[in-house]
């Protein structure tokens, strides 16, 4: 997975989850449930040509065929 898809992945993912909008990378980094200080950063980073791991890979590609994680509030 590249940055260009984890941008189209956060746009679509915010029409999925009714919101009409991108899921903020801070909304995105939540439900992969990552932690740290500022856990959105680490998906901009992504989108900026940082690698992506394989399991964020597989979880936003089960995420875009329809796993919603149910502690997700957005």
């Known amino acids: 997975m590249t940055g ?3 941008r ?4 679509k993912l915010g029409k999925l989850w ?4 991108p899921l903020h990378a801070s ?13 959105g950063s680490t998906v901009l980073s992504w989108e900026a040509g940082s690698p992506i791991s394989g399991p964020v890979s597989v979880a936003v590609e089960a995420m875009l ?4 994680p149910r502690e997700l509030t957005v």
């Not at 009714?18 to 909008?21: A, P, S, V």
């Not at 995105?28 to 200080?37: E, F, I, K, T, Y």
């Not at 065929?65 to 919603?68: L, N, V």
Request: glycine content about 10%.
């Open 8 to 11: 189209a992945a956060r746009a």
């Open 27 to 39: 909304e995105l980094a939540r439900a992969l449930r990552l932690h740290g200080r500022d856990p």
């Open 65 to 68: 065929t329809g796993f919603r």
């Open 18 to 21: 009714g919101l009409n909008r």
């Open 4 to 6: 260009q898809e984890i």
